[in-house]
Every structure is written in C-alpha cells, then in structure tokens.
C-alpha cells in the first residue's frame, strides 16, 4: 500500500454497530462485560480504547512499524522510553536537541543515576568513544531542532548492530512521509504528534512506534501502568489530521525551498539551516535518507544582536511569533528564549543557537506571501 493511501486507511474500518466511515469517538472510561472475564477487548480506557487503537495501529503502519502506543504529549512518550532504562544505565543523545528532551533527561532522568552524554552527531564516528558495556540507549533528532542538523541514522545502527543498545530517533521534523528511521535500523520512534502529525495547532500528543515484540511489551506496560495516555477526542483529532498529511507535507517541502532560497540570497541574513542546500553539510546524507526536506527552517542574522531578531519576529504578519510547529499555519520562533530556554547560554551557543537565530515553521500558504512578509520584516 502506498503512504498516500495508508494515511487515509491503514489501521482503520468502518464502525461495526453503524457502519460510520470516521472512527467513532469513545468517549467512554469502562467498558460493560458480559461476565467474570468475558469482554470485547476493552475494559477500562487508560489500557486501551477503541479511538486511541485505530491512531495507534494508523502511525505504526505510517513508520513500517508493527506497534505504536499514544501519550498525552511529545515529551510524554519520551518519558516512557527512558523508564524503560535502569539506574546506572547511560544514554548518549545528540546535543543538539529540543530544549524539552534535554531538561527531562538532565533534571528528572539524570537523578535516578541515568547518565546522558551529549554529543554532536553531525560525523557519527564522534559516538564511539562513548560507548561501553553500560550504554543502553542512543537517542537521535533528525533533522536536528533548531540547528536543522542532519544525523546518519543507518551508520549508526551499523555501528551498533550486535550490542544491546536500542535506538531510538525523534521523527518529529521529518515525519513517515519524509524518512522512516525503523527502515534504517532504528528500534524505536517518538512523535511529538501535535506538529505535523496532527497539523492543526489544536491538540497535544506523542506517539512511540516499533516493530520489536519485546520493546512493544514493555512500552504498554509502561503506558498502562504510568498512565500518561491521551483522551479519544485527542486521538480522534490527530487521526483526522493524519488523511492529509502527505498533502500538507508535499506543500511545506516546496514553501520551505522558495523560502531557504530566498533567504540564502538576502543582505541581511548570515546562515540559513536547511537541509535541501547543497550547502548543508550533511546534504547527501540527507538526500540518501530523506524523500524531501521539510518546512523547518533556522537563519541567523548578520551582527548577531538579539535586538535585531526580536524586532525581525515581532513585524512579521502572516508569520506569528508562537511557540511549536508543522501546523498549516506559518510560526517564527527565537529558541534562545522560547524552545531552548532550559538550555543554559553557553551550551545553546555551543551548538549555535545563537542570539540571533530565527526558527521557521513554513506553513502551508501561498509562498509569495511567506517571502514578502520575510522581506518586509527583514527590510
């Protein structure tokens, strides 16, 4: 079946007592059993429901995977694969990441003896002095947030195949349609599915996927017994947005290269972070393991002055100044004092985020409007 196709029915029928095209909501939180031990399939809806398993199955089959387990937020999901791990054990994560993955691994996970490393991914070969006998997990964004870096995910699973190491990849900035890491060797999957997933900027969620029985196992025990689940209206919300992703998809890679281009060329603009340059530096990395290059887009400004920035962010008009992204709307972000804040400065300004870095979520608008708002504010 072809992705086009799944998105609109893999892991999803028509209701059985009415025969409705769309998944019902069962906004239920028991289930009435006909006896001791006698139910159909459902008996209370923090370990499953109807509506949650359809969004399941649905993205599961979207990452080739055979599992997938939904919670009540990106960060959530997380939160699951980490209890998967044991007090002394180590992860090495990329250090460039999402400003809320790094504060839930260095101020929750690292005081129950987890140890994380942070390194850059960029050349895969800087891992390997890392690894040893008590690494467990390798934790990879792809392209990277906000730096838009791009992480070899095959090389990596090479470099580990043998080892008991799981590892796991943020799809979040790409998504299945653009680059499914279960394909090149990854164990596991998260989602923030309130970005493009859901597409619409009106709900909260995350999602994990796999294809391995054992780590499915320990994933919904995990999800049952922790309880960080989403609600059936959530559910219902992100499985409607998803029989348009690879419409809305196809729409932000081509704003986004008009407006990488555009901003390539301006007088005003230092360094544009966009996959598709030929630039990048990892750009045949990305073309080997990406079908396209997505609507994230970083830029930093000539001077580097934070003034500049906030003055550029403030007088956009079709662009709005928000928090999150891959909504059909086009957001503008400053990670140094929106995403990225957890980061301390000079660890942010390591990695780049500098004061003057502008993240772009490129919406799904006419592109001459993008650019003219973008050169508007930059003029």
């Given amino acids: 079946m ?5 998105v609109i029915h893999a892991g999803v029928h028509a209701d059985e007592a009415t025969g409705a095209i769309m998944t019902p909501i069962y906004q239920t939180s028991t289930y009435v059993q006909e006896g001791i031990g006698k139910h159909k399939g459902y008996q209370y809806s923090r370990t499953s ?23 009540g937020s990106g960060l959530a999901a997380i939160d699951c694969l980490i209890k998967m791990l ?19 691994f260095n101020s929750i996970f690292a005081k129950y003896g987890i140890q994380f490393h942070f390194v850059g991914m960029d050349d895969v070969s800087k891992i390997e002095s890392h690894i040893n006998e008590r690494t467990k997990l390798i934790w990879v964004e792809t392209p990277t947030n906000p730096m838009m870096n791009v992480i070899d995910i095959a090389a990596i699973a090479k470099m580990i195949e043998g ?9 979040t900035f790409a998504t299945p349609y653009l680059q499914r890491p279960l ?10 599915a309130t970005k493009y997933l859901g597409g ?11 294809a391995d029985k054992t780590i499915a196992d320990e994933m919904y025990r995990i999800q049952n017994s922790s309880g960080a689940i989403c609600g059936p209206q959530d559910a219902f919300l992100v499985l409607r947005g998803i029989k348009t992703l690879h419409l809305r998809m196809q729409r932000h ?21 966009w996959p598709g340059l030929p630039e990048h530096p990892n750009h045949e990395v990305a073309k080997r393991q990406m079908d396209d290059f997505g609507g994230m887009i970083s830029f930093s400004l000539k001077g580097n002055q934070l003034s500049d920035a906030m003055k550029v962010v403030e007088k956009l008009n079709v662009f709005s100044l928000a928090e999150s ?44 409007d993008l650019i003219a708002d973008l050169n508007q504010t930059l003029s």
Avoid: W
């Fill in 2 to 6: 072809k992705f086009g196709t799944k």
């Fill in 49 to 71: 429901n109807p509506t949650r398993n359809a969004l399941e199955n649905n993205i599961a089959a979207l990452e080739n995977g055979r599992f997938g387990a939904c919670f």
């Fill in 86 to 104: 044991e007090p002394g054990d180590e992860v090495i994560s990329t250090n460039d990441l999402y400003g809320g993955t790094y504060r839930i």
């Fill in 163 to 171: 080892k008991q190491i799981m590892l796991g990849v943020d799809n």
């Fill in 183 to 192: 394909d090149l060797g990854a164990d596991i999957v998260m989602h923030s």
């Fill in 200 to 210: 619409h900027s009106d709900v909260v969620m995350g999602v994990l996927v796999t």
């Fill in 253 to 273: 890679c081509e704003n986004g290269r008009k407006i990488a281009e555009f901003l390539s060329a301006h007088p005003k603009v230092d360094k544009v972070y």
């Fill in 325 to 368: 992204l891959g909504g059909v709307e086009s957001l503008a972000g400053h990670p140094a004092t929106m995403t990225h804040a957890a980061i301390p400065k000079a660890e942010r300004e390591k990695i780049g985020v500098v004061d003057s870095l502008i993240r772009l979520s490129v919406g799904i608008e006419d592109a001459e």
